[in-house]
């Protein structure tokens, strides 16, 4: 059952400072939701409060599946994740650190390994997997974050900027991988990032943030 | 100079031909101090672990105290262990004083504050996006520390190492609590210390290679386990 997700008047303050205000949005269509908006505008924050990682100040956040309001519980945080921009590696082996979400879940065996396996070749890691994955660039960085996150098959991927520090040639690839995703439709990914032709090119909805407000409705790629 | 060279020669000797007693001594140090390794680990790493994990009202204050305690001076654990332990003391009734029992206890007081403090500071000082990972990834919290524990294991090794060398080289506490008595309660460093002030300097000199060689390779492994856990990054 397909999971979607509706936030409402959600309001968030550091040290007094207003972050986020009135921010309300149904996540309730599948492909590829684009936040973008300047540095600042409150992207990151809006996507660390819908992926359950911080609490809003006011509002309400729904996760809702087969018509059910579902609790904020761990079982709905283990159908979703999120990719930080600042991908935080193990110091253990790309393949043990694309297998951690699978461990903390108790999935373990030839099961494990064939899933590992699928979502390293997918983000063209294979050749890696017994590296160190602190000693991997910035952009394989990146794309082993995507692999952690997709072995554990999230209905919702949340990418926090995930072309920000990387180079023109990881960003094409990355690109590519949400590109498949958005082909596959198995999974519904909500992203933000600041280079608004990077958000032509990757939005099924285009979301613009200023001033930590959602000034437009999304709308259609076509209409960009 | 010739007297010392004569002394080498015969602690070579002593060690190629290594008698029931001398293996005594030195398999009773490994015992005591591996015990007081144990005690310690099993303690100060669930301290330094709950230290470096959560935030809690007088917790900088403990590390404080902690790695004061890291410096103990061993006479004076030695002297505290024995008033505690001595027949007029308050586990006077436990009969330990003089027995190697005792001397655990004693080293594994002069080990605590070292693995504890060691294990926090390298908890601590993980990367905190390493704990936000693991929470968006699914963890419970108490994977996202075991997570973290895990990501510190090369600096708690060191911890454990480090204090392993120290209990081993430890003199004044085990002497105080064990009574240095003949094959039952004397250890390496201690035999070292009765046999030079007999002038034995042979067996004091043969022991003196032995608590050398092991302490080599408690560093040589202490080395390794740091540069694995050392890693190049590019980033």
Redesign the interface.
Known sequence: MSLHLTTSNIFKSYNGESVLKNCSFSFDQGGVYVLTGPNGSGKSTFLRIC?L?ECQDSGQIHYVSGGQVLDND?AL??RI????P???L??MSVFRNAA??LT??GIKGPVAIRRIDKVLDFVGLSHKKVQ?A?????GE?QRLGIA??LV?EPEILFLDEPTASVDQKNTGIIEGIINTMKQDGKVTVIMTTHDRDQAARLADHLLVMKDGEILSAPFEKEKI | MSSILEGFSQALTLILHLDAELLGIILLSIKVSGGALLIATLTGLPLGALLGLKKFPLGGFFVTILNTFMGLPPVVVGLFIYLLLSRSGPLGFMSLLYTPVAMIVAQSVLAFPIVAAISHSAIAGV?P????????????PV?VSL?VI??AR?GIMSGVMAAFGRVMAEVGAILIVGGNIAGYTRVMTTTIALETDKGNFELALALGIILLSISLMINTALYMIQRR?M?????
């Open positions: 992926s990682i761990l945080k283990r994740t999120l990719v930080l600042k991908v935080g193990f110091n951690y979400g903390i879940r160190n602190r000693t991997v660039s910035s960085a952690r996150a554990i | 990367d996006i390493l704990r936000q990972t693991a929470v968006t990834l699914g963890a419970t994977q997570a895990r990501e090369y856990g890693v190049r990054t590019n980033r």
